[in-house]
């Protein structure tokens, strides 16, 4: 009996598909490092020692390591190219998040070459922190030259350019000193006297700036005076064209009239004209003498004075309080303190700058 050939296949059973051949990258012994006790070697752990230096960098470990996600921003800080975040939000104060988009696209401000940034320069003014100032710029709510600029790295020249804060100019230049003085009685308001009397300059001490005095006080009043090297503020202060209002306590004698605050604000007439007041009201009353303040925007000479005399009242002491914006709070006599960015802009805004 002859034997069959040794390379003959058996007959394939109907309907089942032939097998592949067999051979050693398909077969199930090659297929255990597919199997999960193999796959421990693509593990964190064994990706650490047996993995290539390629597979140990695109584990789950190894991506937190090696920032696998380049397009994301994991210092979370604004970039200062764009003043965007990654997906186009910055920070809002105390890690809120605004959704507005922010692109260097949405403003035409052209950049100063050699120039400061934006944000400096409002640090720099005492508008708050740089991060703060950052806010500001991301919100919409800084203007240079009544541009609204929202780029964190524009650039400036606070020189010459015009910079605002919701819609308030901020003292930019650092060569400009803005200062309260509160003047004792008995000094006068001249930076020098040739007959030796004291005056404001005693009390500004030795300074580098050559400062301009707001005004006056008459040599018996006391009170706030400002001071400034800026000096269009300082003459639109002093004018009466821009009617900035001037607050004074006044001591007077009594009993006061009922009627002395209506015939304040009809107006008084004096030998240089009628002067009226803006504002009158009694502080207090203690007998024969009663403690009253009185607003007003004329600067004539004791005008004050003169107007409470010719009611009737004199006065034993004058202090002025405020000039515009700017009160003169607890500030000691003789002593003097630098205005804040906010009531330096108040000023502006006062005179129309």
């Known amino acids: 009996m002859s034997r069959a050939p ?8 109907p309907g089942r598909p032939a097998a592949a051949p067999a051979d050693r990258e398909s077969a199930p012994r090659a297929d255990r490092g597919s199997s999960p006790r193999a796959d421990r070697g693509s593990s964190p752990r064994a990706g650490r020692g047996t993995g290539s230096p390629s597979e140990r960098g695109t584990s789950p ?14 210092t979370g800080r604004p970039d200062p190219r764009s003043g965007t975040r990654a997906g186009g939000r910055t920070r809002i104060g105390g890690g809120a998040t605004a959704r507005a988009l922010i692109s260097e696209g949405e403003d035409s401000l052209v950049d100063v070459e050699g120039g400061v940034r934006l944000q400096k320069v409002l640090a720099e003014a005492g508008v708050g922190s740089r991060r703060h100032c950052e806010e500001l710029i991301g919100e919409g709510r800084v203007e240079v030259d009544g541009e609204t600029v929202r780029r964190f790295g524009a650039r400036v020249d606070p020189q010459h350019q015009l910079i605002r804060v919701d819609g308030r100019r901020i003292p930019a230049r650092a060569d400009l000193v803005y200062v309260a003085l509160n ?87 004096l030998s240089d004209g009628v002067a009226t007041a803006d504002r009158f009201r009694v502080v207090e009353r203690t007998g024969t003498r009663a403690l009253v303040e009185i607003t007003l925007h004329e600067g004539r000479k004791h005008i004050v004075r003169r107007m409470l005399a010719e009611a009737g009242h004199p006065v034993r002491r004058l202090v002025r309080t405020q000039v515009g914006p700017v009160r003169l709070g607890s500030l000691r006599s003789g002593a003097t303190r630098r205005l804040s960015t906010a009531e330096i802009g108040e000023l502006y805004a006062a005179v129309g700058l």
């Open 6 to 13: 040794a390379n003959r296949r058996p007959a394939r059973r």
């Open 61 to 74: 470990r190894a991506g937190r390591m090696t920032g696998s996600r380049p397009d994301r921003d994991t």
């Open 183 to 269: 003047k004792p009685a008995g000094v006068l308001t001249t930076m020098s006297d040739n007959r030796g009397r004291p005056t404001i300059a005693d009390l500004l001490g030795d300074r580098a700036e050559r400062l301009f005095h707001v005004g006056r006080l008459d040599y018996d009043t006391e009170g706030l005076m400002l001071l400034t090297n800026d000096g269009e503020l300082a003459h639109r202060l002093a004018h009466p064209r821009y009617g900035v209002l001037k607050t004074y306590l006044a001591d007077v004698s009594g009993p006061l009239r009922r009627d002395l605050g209506r015939q304040l604000a009809t107006g008084i007439g």
